[in-house]
């Protein structure tokens, strides 16, 4: 069935430092790749996506990129900052036939920048 | 602001009850997505409408349902309550059936079941 796994659970970097979070998906047929942030209580937001025919894209400190090959992306946001501490997570989905925007979540990345 | 509103912001009923959670997609989207966000299973896709219709169905427990309207606001039942069904629901929305689509995301519902 669909599945994504990301790693890690939590990741503690201090100020400055980069972050990279990872995700790997089960269905080939996948082909949008949204990440989200989700701050204590509020709703997921989107912070940038890559569909399937783009390798990398950036967007200032935020980078995603994707290998198809081995089902992989990941998350990668440089200099840090203690405004980016939040819980992310990685999803998928896939077009096809069925044309749903159904989003498969990863099990989400605390993340912790330490000033 | 994401311009997509749900309501009540809170609820707290209790087991066996049933309850009926609303939400307003943004401007101009035809989808409404609904998702359960729960401590020990993380986002979970329940279920998708397009335009009035049904699209996609996720995990979703059979004492739960949800339909879209005309004026396409969509509102989940949830039925039967247990204790496990507390957790934060959310509905999100896009322009589209989806595919390759960003999702918008409410505020969510916290259903807190005792």
């Known amino acids: 069935g669909e599945n994504v796994e990301q790693h890690p659970s939590t990741l503690s970097v201090q100020e400055g430092d980069s972050a990279v979070i990872k995700c790997t998906y089960s269905d080939s047929a996948s082909n949008y790749f949204p990440w989200y942030k989700q701050e204590l209580g509020k709703r997921p937001q989107l912070i940038i996506d890559?569909?399937?025919?783009?390798g990398e894209k950036k967007d200032q400190r935020i980078a995603v990129t994707l290998n198809k090959t081995a089902k992989h992306f990941s998350l990668h946001i440089t200099e840090t900052q203690p405004e980016d501490s939040a819980v992310y997570f990685c999803a998928a989905s896939k077009g096809g036939s069925g044309n749903t925007g159904k989003l498969i979540f990863g099990q989400g990345t605390t993340l912790q920048v330490k000033p | 602001d994401s311009g997509v509103t749900q309501t009540p912001k809170h609820l707290i009923t209790a087991t066996g009850q049933r309850v009926t959670l609303r939400c307003s997609p943004r401007?101009?989207?035809?989808?409404v997505y609904w998702y359960q966000q729960s401590l020990d299973q993380g986002l979970q896709f329940l279920i998708q409408y397009y335009n009035g219709e049904e699209r996609a169905k996720g995990n979703i427990l059979e004492r739960f349902s949800a339909q879209q309207f005309p004026d396409l606001h969509s509102e989940l039942n949830l039925s039967s309550l247990e204790l496990g069904d507390s957790a934060l629901y959310f509905c999100?929305?896009?322009?589209?059936?989806?595919?390759?689509?960003?999702?918008?995301f409410g505020p969510g519902t916290r259903l807190l079941v005792l």
């Open positions: 999100a929305s896009s322009v589209g059936p989806g595919a390759q689509e960003t999702q918008y």
């Open positions: 401007s101009g989207d035809l989808s």
């Open positions: 890559i569909r399937s025919n783009v």
